[in-house]
């Protein structure tokens, strides 16, 4: 589907989801992708005023769960209360915000999971047929796909599960396995006969064909047509006993598969939510012809589960189907897929001992789109975007310009200093709008960070800190800072979505009621403002190599050591050895100036080099700096820096270079280049 512009008006009912996290674990980084990135939506629909909800549950059901009770020596309902409970914490403390977290093991979910089925029953979409399954005959069960382990029937790869080989990708039945082993008991499983209970999902052909023309993406539509062109097959939602789940009425020794009853979790939670709101109808958003809108937020895996059975089951039960499912790609760390030896398996726990949430919620941001591609965690752009974005940028326009309001009682002033200045913020309300709906959160950021870029660049060029020194200009000075708390305010309101513990504190500092939408365009003036506290702190490197190395899996031992030195060899707290001694007539002889970077680009066929035009005050040059690997061009326009401005000029192939950017690391990505402390200018010489 093309983007399209919705209006914000206030007007609409959204009912959004994210995909059930499985109660038999703990929340990682890698489900917290995705729970963000739903949380920033939910919470831009609530800002500008549209009636929103957004639910959840633990996925509670299923052979997994069974297992891992029996193995701690409690009941699947102890285990799956814990896991709720642990889990809960987890999403507190990153602040995704549900309006319900429910359960898939309630009250709710039986009964839907039941009407569902009996619908389907009632129409003739249920077929009953015996098939041949491996049994263990130790544990007396029949065993599920990912509970047999054996070597791949079509390259003989030993020790590969039942549905797939992770060395050839091959797909297969686990009765295909060559010399199968239960992975329950280690016993040789054999084969025995079961009825089971299949949904007839061909009957729905016609259907999810008119459903997909506007329920998903393009992208995701073509993947799913590629399955309806093959032809659908009968899907088997049954399991033999024993099992944790709800049985099937009148069956006995026979469950629901869980993936029939965790996505009508959905509906589960949304009632029990309705349960205890007065006002709110569960009718008004599930029944068929709702002008409501229902939103599912998944990860790429299991689009089929969300795209094919979902609708088909909602549809036969005379349900309304979902306006659209969003689905997104796989988390990496560093490239490469999460590993507990690296240390990059990062448990949310883990990450929350350790730093602030509101530094990857932002990062996701930064870097999301609509697009269904894996998102890479790279963690030293990590630390360098954080820092330049939100504390560097962002924070620094309100901790430049609070000491002088409060220095002068901290009311701000009666009068806006440049209102075209402001109106640009302001009539950028549309675009940011516009791409928080259409989920393309990077672009939001990037827009935000351009205006943050135009209000340092404004207080640069006032400098009210000079201003202030006298008193004739003491109340321009005043000006100048009640423009930038006002500019600051408006970027506080585009952001609040994706920080909204932040901006929470930025809301006690201005003294104002929780903003809103509305809120851009009525700028504070003669407002009294709060004592300014500091707002964030840069990421430290070392913090995140500190939570890398408790991340790292604790046996076996050789894997720990492993891991340690790829952490150590990435510190990059190491110094290198200092240099011979100069004279102070050798120092002085390099004129160091601070330069605004007026422009940075990508230069053709250069590998490391970035093309800089460098303001220095009276004078502007070119640089060709090695710090492509590092940043990326449009991060770098509008920052200040050091740079050697009397360097004799250098003749390379892509042009005249006249001086050089000054910066610290080791090289390739590991480099970070100085900035300047508020209150300097391009052209001070360093001394």
């Not at 739903?38 to 609530?46: A, E, G, L, V, Y």
């Not at 999971?113 to 015996?130: D, S």
């Not at 054999?190 to 729905?204: A, C």
Request: glycine share 6%; hydrophobic share 40%.
């Amino acid at each position: 589907m093309s983007q399209q512009k919705i209006p914000s008006n206030g007007n609409r009912r959204i009912l959004i989801t994210s995909a059930l996290p499985y109660a038999n674990g703990p929340i990682h980084i890698g489900h917290m992708l995705e729970y963000v990135q739903t949380d920033i939506w939910s919470r831009f629909q609530k800002l500008v005023g549209n009636e929103c909800y957004y639910v959840c549950a633990d996925d509670t059901h299923g052979t997994p769960i069974m297992l891992s009770a029996q193995k701690q020596n409690i009941t699947p309902e102890e285990l799956i209360a814990k896991s709720h409970a642990d889990h809960q914490k987890d999403f507190d403390g990153f602040n995704v915000q549900f309006d319900n977290f429910h359960s898939t093991h309630s009250p709710e979910n039986k009964f839907f999971t039941e009407q569902v089925y009996n619908q389907l029953l009632a129409k003739g979409h249920i077929a009953k047929r015996t098939i041949n399954q491996l049994y263990d005959p130790e544990k007396n069960m029949f065993l599920p796909d990912r509970f047999v382990k054996g070597e791949c029937p079509k390259c003989g790869s030993a020790d590969q599960y039942g549905d797939n080989c992770d060395v050839c990708s091959a797909t297969y039945s686990p009765v295909e396995l060559k010399n199968p082993k239960s992975a329950v008991s280690g016993s040789t499983p054999i084969l025995k006969d079961s009825e089971h209970f299949f949904v007839k999902l061909q009957d729905f052909e016609s259907m999810l064909k008119q459903w997909l023309l506007t329920g998903v993406s393009q992208q995701i539509a073509n993947k799913l047509n590629e399955w309806l062109e093959v032809g659908l097959q009968e899907w088997d939602i049954s399991r033999d006993a024993p099992y944790f789940g709800y049985q099937i009425p009148n069956e006995p020794n026979k469950f629901f598969y869980v993936w029939l009853d965790a996505p009508i979790g959905y509906m589960a939670s949304f009632k029990n939510l309705c349960d205890k709101t007065p006002g709110l109808e569960f009718d008004d958003f599930w029944n068929k012809g709702s002008d409501a809108e229902l939103y599912h937020f998944i990860g790429k895996d299991i689009i089929n589960f969300h795209c094919l059975f979902w609708p088909a089951c909602l549809s036969a039960a005379d349900y309304r189907t979902p306006t659209q499912v969003f689905a997104h790609g796989f988390l990496t760390v560093n490239g490469t897929k999460m590993s507990k030896s690296k240390g990059t398996f990062i448990k949310a726990s883990t990450y929350l001992n350790h730093l602030n949430p509101e530094y990857l919620r932002y990062y996701f941001a930064a870097k999301l789109s609509n697009k269904v591609d894996d998102f890479d965690l790279n963690l030293e752009d990590f630390v360098q975007r954080v820092n330049s974005d939100l504390v560097n940028k962002y924070v620094n326009i309100a901790s430049r310009c609070a000491k002088l309001v409060q220095k002068s009682g901290g009311e701000m002033h009666a009068e806006i200093d440049q209102p075209e200045l402001l109106k640009q913020f302001q009539d950028t309300a549309e675009e940011i709008s516009l791409n928080y709906e259409n989920r393309e959160y990077s672009k939001a950021t990037k827009a935000i960070m351009l205006l943050a870029d135009k209000a340092n660049t404004y207080i640069d060029e006032k400098a009210p800190w000079t201003l202030a020194k006298s008193e004739d200009t003491a109340d321009e000075a005043l000006k100048v800072c009640s423009m930038g708390i006002n500019l600051f305010r408006i970027l506080s309101i585009y952001l609040k979505p994706v920080l909204p513990a932040l901006v929470s504190n930025v809301e006690a500092f201005l003294n104002t009621a929780p903003l809103s939408w509305q809120d851009i365009n009525q700028p504070l003036l003669a407002h009294q403002l709060n004592k300014f506290k500091p707002l964030m702190k840069r990421v430290d490197i070392k913090q995140v190599e500190v939570m890398v190395a408790s991340s790292v899996e604790a046996a076996p031992s050789k894997k720990k050591n492993k891991a340690s030195k790829e952490v150590k060899k990435n510190d990059l707290s190491k110094v290198e050895p200092i240099k011979p001694e100069i004279q102070f007539e050798d120092f002085d002889k390099i004129d160091l100036r601070l330069a605004r970077i007026v422009s940075a680009e990508h230069v053709e066929g250069a590998d490391k080099l970035l093309r800089l035009k460098l303001d220095i005050g009276a004078d502007e040059k070119q640089v060709f700096a090695g710090i492509k690997s590092a940043y990326a061009p449009e991060d770098l326009v509008g920052r200040l820096t050091v740079m050697v401005a009397n360097l004799a000029p250098r003749k390379m192939r892509f042009g005249l270079s006249e001086g050089m950017v000054l910066a610290a690391g080791p090289g390739g990505s590991d480099l970070w280049i100085l900035n300047p402390d508020e209150g300097s200018k391009p052209g001070m010489r360093v001394k």
